[in-house]
T-cell receptor, first 119, second 114 residues
Framework: GAGVSQSPSNKVTEKGKDVELRCDPI?????LYWYRQSLGQGLEFLIY????????KSGLPSDRFSAERTGGSVSTLTIQRTQQEDSAVYLC?????????????????FGPGTRLTVL | AQSVTQLDSHVSVSEGTPVLLRCNYS??????LFWYVQHPNKGLQLLLK??????LVKGINGFEAEFKKSETSFHLTKPSAHMSDAAEYFC????????????FGKGTMLLVSP
């Protein structure tokens, strides 16, 4: 079946411009996550959406970063006034919410990522 | 709080020899543990997952990992390396219940020579 898809695959932008990155989760998955992968910091959690609950934004590095998820499906990560340190690969993941009492962490399925380069 | 330490940034093996990628974790609660693999310019792929059932977990492509609580370790092994195993491997810890953010190790690059 179709996996998590992300677009664009590559984005080059100039410092100070805004960018939007898109994520299409696996159909039926109710949880969606954004991560950032950079050389200096490794893989870092950014934000999490689950159904209609308020998102967990605890990983967003600054107020220039925001994300929304429309209709419980597609998500857009927006970075305003981009800086060179924002250059990284931005990864999206989704997971199903299993019924009943869960005694293990959800398995997250990752998309191929968007490579962002800020000049 | 939780953290992961991957003890080697790079591991080099010859094709056909065993692979050992080391991982130690720290967690305030009962953890779920994962190994993910990332091939060049590809997304992360789940290799295997430990969820407090059997301590020896078998994954895809012949990989397995053993959860050792006393050593707080979750090392990844494979009896015989293949050229296609060359990739970066991430050990990951999460809280052992439903939703929890993943905490990634820094990654180990596996190099396989003919």
């Amino acid at each position: 079946g179709a996996g998590v898809s992300q677009s664009p695959s590559n984005k080059v932008t100039e410092k100070g411009k805004d960018v939007e990155l898109r994520c299409d989760p696996i159909s039926g998955h109710t949880a969606l996550y954004w991560y950032r992968q950079s050389l200096g910091q490794g893989l870092e959690f950014l934000i999490y959406f689950q159904g209609n609950s308020a998102p967990d934004k605890s990983g967003l590095p600054s107020d220039r970063f925001s994300a929304e998820r429309t209709g419980g499906s597609v998500s857009t990560l927006t970075i305003q006034r981009t800086q060179q340190e924002d250059s990284a690969v931005y990864l999206c993941a989704s997971s199903p919410r299993l019924a009943g009492v869960q005694r293990s962490a959800d398995t997250q399925y990752f998309g191929p990522g968007t490579r962002l380069t800020v000049l | 709080a939780q953290s992961v330490t991957q003890l080697d940034s790079h591991v080099s093996v010859s094709e056909g020899t065993p692979v050992l990628l080391r991982c130690n974790y720290s967690s305030s609660y009962s953890p779920s543990l994962f190994w993910y693999v990332q091939h060049p310019n590809k997304g992360l792929q789940l290799l295997l997952k430990y969820t407090s059932a059997a301590t020896l977990v078998k994954g895809i492509n012949g990989f397995e990992a053993e959860f050792k609580k006393s050593e707080t370790s979750f090392h990844l092994t494979k009896p015989s390396a293949h050229m296609s195993d060359a990739a970066e491997y991430f050990c990951v810890v999460s809280r052992n219940s439903g939703y929890s953010t993943l905490t990634f190790g820094k990654g180990t690059m596996l190099l396989v020579s003919p």
